[in-house]
Structures are given as C-alpha cells and as structure tokens.
DNA sequence: CTTTAGGCCTGACGGC
DNA sequence: TGCCGTCAGGCCTAAA
C-alpha cells in the first residue's frame, strides 16, 4: 500500500503526535503476529526507553529510542494511528504504543503484510535493512546512479525501479507514473534505456514524490495518515489505475500489462 | 549470481 | 442475495 510519500507522511504525523523525550511505558500486543512473529521480548525491552525521534528509511518508520530503534512496515494495508485513551479497538488493531502524557498509537493492518522489529544498539545489520538501496530524494540518486544500477541488468526497468536493493522507496504507483512522465515503456529491459533518458528518469521520479509528499500521498483505497485523513495525489495520477481511458496527453488508450506479477499502466504513444 | 512463482492475509468488487 | 473468482499500493522465500 504506502509507498515512499505515504510513509513519509506517516513519519510527520507520528512526530507532531509524539514529540521527542516521551517515555515508551508498554506495548499492548492484541495478537502476537503480523508477517512474521513479533519479537515480543525485546520488544518488552524497550519499555522505559526515551523516544528521540520518529523517521522514515525507504517505506520503513524508525521509533528511534535512547536505547536502539524499533521500525515498522506498513505492508499492503498497515496504518499508525493516534489512540484515545477511552477508545474502543477495531478488529484489525494489533498492537497499541502506550507512551508517557497518556499518548497511545494504534497499530492498524487488515491484511497483516507489515511487520515490526527492532534493531538493539550494537546489534548486527538487520537482514531487512542492510540490503537496502540509496534514497531517491538523496543528492546521490541521479541519472548515473541509474546507469550504473542497470547496467547489465536484463530485468525490465519496471521491475528494476521497484527492486528496493538499487533505489529504496518506490512503489508500483510511483513508479508506473515516472515512466509515463519520462517517456520510458515499463517493459523495457532495464540496460536498453538509452543513457540519456535517465537523468529524466532520475529528476521526474523527485519531483512526483515531492509533489505527492505535498498533497499528503496517494489514497486508492486504504491510505490513510496518522491522523486518519486520506491524500489527494490520486487525483494527479496520469496512467496508474487508468486502463482503457484516454491518454491525457495524446488520447490514445492507456494500457495495463503484467510485469513481474504486478500491473503496470502506460500509454503505447507517450512511451518508447 | 539472476529471475520467477508462490505465498502471506483480508476485503472489495463484478459476474453469474 | 449469495457465492465465487479476481484483484489490491509489498516483499520474503524457495526454486529454477
């Protein structure tokens, strides 16, 4: 579900509901897993510990303690969400973060795609974590970063933008829409992109997630901030989700096709 | 090393 | 109304 913008816009949210120096008193763990187990012992272990900040890495959030920091992924569905005190609990609330000043964060996920773990201080990489790739938002990410990453790759530039381990953030939306706004067909092999159309790439893919950031992310059908309220970038996706309807810049018809198991939108005229 | 298929889950939607 | 198949913003794992 969220993408970089989204994650992003959950970080802010979470940041002005807790503000740093709160105290984690304890977790309430409604259900014992999400994706995989959860850690509940050391999890346990940071009760006590003083938040310093709330950040995002790639779609990861970071609760950074005094004492080392626990993440979260928000999978397909996963939402962070102030809790009331006296508030009733939904079906799908799995986890509560009960922080000094009476501020509670509800973890929310239907489909139970996300997860949470924590990294002690001293600990080795985490195996989710240390693979990951350079921020698309970062000075480094550029056109010869691209160049580099896919050079000899034979995978199409689709899968290759969604491939976390070169670039680390973007989603199936994000990525479906800078390739429309690059002039670059989804299905074609990542090495074939001729050079000259990267830094394209590489600029349109900042400014779409700046531009998303800003309208406070892209809401299909779940998305949802920390405070509850939906995004509006949707209504600025020019392909994604727009099979069948016209090309709002040359009217042709805007296709969908499959590429590694996930549907990609593009326009055959816009897109070589 | 690479790439692909399957799997994890629930819920919404369309067709019959 | 209800049942069934399909699909969904992610990504790990095993297999080829």
Known sequence: ???????????????????????????????????????????????GARLILVRRRAKFIFFEFDRGIVFSHLGMTGQWRKHELAAPFLVHDHLVLKFSGDLQIVYRDPRRFGFLDCISRGAAPHKLLKNLGI???????????????????????????????????????????????SGIRPQKMAKKVR???LSGLASEIKKILKASIESGGSSIRDYRNSRGQAGSFQD???????????????????????????????????QL
């Not at 600025?236 to 990609?264: A, D, F, M, P, T």
């Open 1 to 47: 579900m969220p993408e970089l913008p989204e994650v992003e816009n959950v970080c802010r949210g979470l940041s002005e509901i807790l503000p740093a120096g709160l105290t984690l008193e304890s977790i309430e763990f409604r259900r014992k897993d999400l994706r995989f187990k959860l850690p509940i012992k050391q999890l346990i272990g940071y009760c």
């Open 236 to 270: 600025q996706h020019l392909v994604y989700g727009r099979e069948g309807q016209l090309c709002l810049i040359c009217h042709s018809l805007i296709k969908n096709i499959r590429l590694s198991g996930r549907s990609s939108f593009w326009c055959p005229t816009c």
């Open 135 to 181: 921020e698309p938002l970062s000075e480094e990410f550029s056109g010869e970063f691209l160049a580099k990453f896919f050079k000899n790759k034979k995978a199409s530039v689709k899968s290759a933008l969604l491939d976390q381990r070169g670039v680390a953030g973007l989603g199936n939306i994000y990525v479906c829409e800078a390739l429309f706004r």
């Open 195 to 197: 050079p000259d159309k």
